[in-house]
């Protein structure tokens, strides 16, 4: 039977997965949104531009005949800034209870008897998700930045067109980007990169403070927190060299056993970092448990740090049905039984393969999982 604290560790490794899917979903929702004023964005740009004029072109006339774009553009990002303050304050309230969900789970009832577990409040949560910065920034500055920013991209694209002697069309297709690439062409493009990566290093962020706060109201259970990073190709190389590292479980996280610091800590390192961290439960003799505790109980709360389990060997330890969800049906099936491993499902820059990708690379395995 597994003990406790490597219980933990594969739910651990799994929430992650979980979070990321979340991620994604969350991405997903705040890019529609952006991109739900891209009608009437076009059809101010066209206005604004043609009202500007060759002749009468000004940097203070492009300000006023541009006061109507940038008013939509400051409106979109305040709305994003809004979904994604009850977003990251909703992954905080959910971390924590997760938490204390999984505690309840795992650690035995005989144990939980005699140590309580601790709480984190609404208002704690509110403060991880709110008020504390990351990479540099609160949330709603990082939304700030993000609004100014593509207000420039647009103010530069019409300045280049205009001093090329563009059309109107020209100037709004560098601006918007063409529907033959997906728009990916465009000034803004890039506006769409950067708010994935604010939005991914929120919930990250607010996630691991949770996670932080959950541990350390809980100290008198918990002995030290471990580094678990996702190990693939998109891994960096900070979060490579700390993953399965120890720390203390306080605000300090000193090493143990090593040298190498916390920083700001797993899923929140650097940008869009993916990593995060698991307890270590102390010992039943280390708790000063009652002696009366089942052989079985005992041997489930040993202390001791769990074997080393990457993301790799976690999923294949995992069901069928968990597979194909993390994976999706056909990579799962390809995983189980076409012979391939989880690293040849990325390209060398860490970029998901497709499916059309992965069959032209080994259509051996395609054939052994019959797909």
């Known amino acids: 039977m597994a003990t406790v604290n490597e219980q933990l560790q594969s739910a651990s490794i799994g929430h992650a997965v979980d979070l990321q899917h979340l991620s ?45 774009v940038l008013e939509l553009n400051k409106s979109i990002y305040a709305s994003i800034g809004k979904v994604m303050a009850e977003s990251v304050f909703d992954v905080g309230q959910y971390e924590v209870e997760y938490q204390g969900a999984l505690f309840a789970r795992v650690i035995p009832g005989q144990v939980l008897v005699e140590v309580q577990l601790n709480r984190v409040n609404l208002a704690q949560v509110r403060e991880i998700a709110l008020s504390r910065p990351f990479q540099g920034r609160l949330l709603k500055e ?15 694209g019409i300045r280049i067109g205009m001093i090329e002697g563009q059309t109107t069309d020209q100037i709004v297709r560098r601006i918007m980007g063409t529907r033959a690439e997906g728009y990916a062409d465009g000034l803004i493009e890039r506006s769409r990169r950067d708010l994935e990566s604010v939005v991914r290093t929120a919930i990250s962020h607010t996630a691991q403070g949770a996670r932080e706060a959950y541990y350390q109201q809980n100290d008198d259970l918990i002995d030290e927190v471990r580094w678990l990073s996702t190990l693939d190709n998109k891994t960096s190389a900070p979060c490579r060299l700390r993953d399965r590292l120890v720390y203390t479980n306080d605000i300090r996280h ?12 797993p899923g929140k390192l650097h940008w869009c970092c993916r990593s995060t961290s698991m307890p270590i439960i102390k010992s039943y003799e280390a708790l000063r448990l009652s002696r009366g505790l089942p052989e079985g109980t005992r041997a489930s709360m040993d202390g001791q740090v769990p074997q080393s389990t990457n993301y790799g060997d976690w999923i294949k330890s995992q069901s069928a049905a968990r597979q194909d969800q993390v994976l999706g049906p056909a990579r799962g099936k390809l995983l189980r039984d076409g012979g391939l491993d989880l690293d040849q499902f990325y390209n060398d820059k860490g970029k998901l393969l497709t499916l059309d990708q992965l069959r032209e690379q080994d259509a051996a395995a395609f054939a052994r999982a019959g797909l």
């Open 24 to 68: 994604n979903a969350e991405v997903r929702k705040v890019i529609k949104l952006l991109n739900s004023v891209d009608a009437d964005l076009r059809a101010r740009l066209i206005d604004a531009i043609e009202r500007l004029g060759a002749d009468s072109y000004t940097a203070k006339h492009l300000n006023a005949v541009l006061a109507s």
């Open 142 to 156: 990082w939304m700030g930045d993000l609004e100014a920013g593509r207000a420039v991209k647009i103010r530069d």
């Open 254 to 265: 000193l090493p143990v056993g090593h040298k190498v610091p916390w920083l700001s800590g």
